[in-house]
């Protein structure tokens, strides 16, 4: 774990952990169980960062337009749009077909930037090594998947997720389904990892 102050432009408030795991490949499970191996291994802060480039804060949810690593990170990170999304069967429209977009594994070719208002999902996240790492969100997460990074997202068996969304500028939402290893921002994404 890694504990920065507010001001610089990674890691997250001190004593903030977020939890994250490999998972194991039985997909014959529910994509919204934790799916952990066995025994269950655990990644630290550090260690994600390390191996996939994304990136983790803590904030205070029920306070979020004036919180302060909200607005530290918006700022250095240069996010100027924001809306919110709810998924839930009653709130989402096209429920069935947009949960199941959002668990095909896909890049973008900008950062992802989710922060959880309410509810709980998982993001999964490739590694270096290509092995899937889920990392749970849950109230007041504020994470960034890295433009060029394959991802998907569940909900977990509570069905629901309330969710702000930031963007540099106008925002591009459009999922790229691997394979896209040609993809600019992939080939930016590999040199920034490490590949
Ligand atoms: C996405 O693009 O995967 C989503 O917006 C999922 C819901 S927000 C956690
Ligand atoms: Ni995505």
Same mark, same amino acid.
């Given at each position: 774990?890694?504990?920065?102050?507010?001001?610089?432009?990674?890691?997250?408030?001190?004593?903030?952990?977020?939890?994250?795991?490999?998972?194991?490949?039985?997909?014959? =499970?529910?994509?919204?169980?934790?799916?952990?191996?066995?025994?269950?291994?655990?990644?630290?802060?550090?260690?994600?960062?390390?191996?996939?480039?994304?990136?983790?804060?803590?904030?205070?949810?029920?306070?979020?337009?004036?919180?302060?690593? +909200?607005?530290?990170?918006?700022?250095?990170?240069?996010?100027?749009?924001q809306?919110?999304?709810?998924?839930?069967?009653e709130?989402?429209?096209?429920?069935?077909?947009? !949960?199941?977009?959002?668990?095909?594994?896909?890049?973008h070719?900008?950062?992802?930037?989710?922060?959880? +208002?309410?509810?709980?999902?998982?993001?999964?996240?490739?590694?270096?090594?290509?092995?899937?790492?889920?990392?749970?969100? =849950?109230?007041?997460? !504020?994470?960034? !998947?890295?433009?060029?990074i394959?991802?998907?997202?569940? !909900?977990?068996?509570?069905?629901?997720?309330?969710?702000?969304? +930031?963007?540099?500028?106008?925002?591009?939402?459009?999922?790229?389904?691997?394979?896209?290893?040609?993809?600019?921002?992939?080939?930016?994404?590999?040199?920034?990892?490490?590949?």
């Amino acid at each position: 774990m890694i504990g920065t102050s507010i001001g610089t432009s990674i890691g997250t408030s001190i004593g903030t952990m977020v939890s994250a795991w490999f998972m194991n490949s039985n997909d014959q =499970e529910d994509q919204r169980s934790e799916r952990h191996l066995d025994p269950p291994s655990y990644l630290d802060l550090n260690m994600l960062r390390k191996l996939t480039g994304v990136l983790y804060w803590k904030i205070d949810a029920d306070k979020y337009t004036s919180d302060p690593v +909200l607005a530290q990170v918006r700022k250095d990170r240069g996010y100027t749009y924001q809306d919110d999304i709810t998924c839930s069967r009653e709130k989402l429209p096209d429920y069935d077909a947009k !949960l199941k977009t959002f668990f095909t594994e896909h890049l973008h070719s900008d950062e992802e930037i989710r922060c959880i +208002l309410d509810g709980s999902g998982y993001f999964d996240c490739r590694d270096k090594e290509d092995k899937w790492i889920r990392i749970r969100v =849950e109230k007041g997460d !504020l994470i960034v !998947l890295p433009a060029g990074i394959y991802h998907r997202f569940t !909900l977990d068996t509570n069905d629901y997720i309330h969710a702000l969304r +930031l963007f540099v500028g106008e925002p591009v939402w459009t999922p790229i389904n691997r394979p896209a290893d040609d993809h600019p921002a992939r080939d930016a994404y590999l040199k920034t990892i490490g590949n």
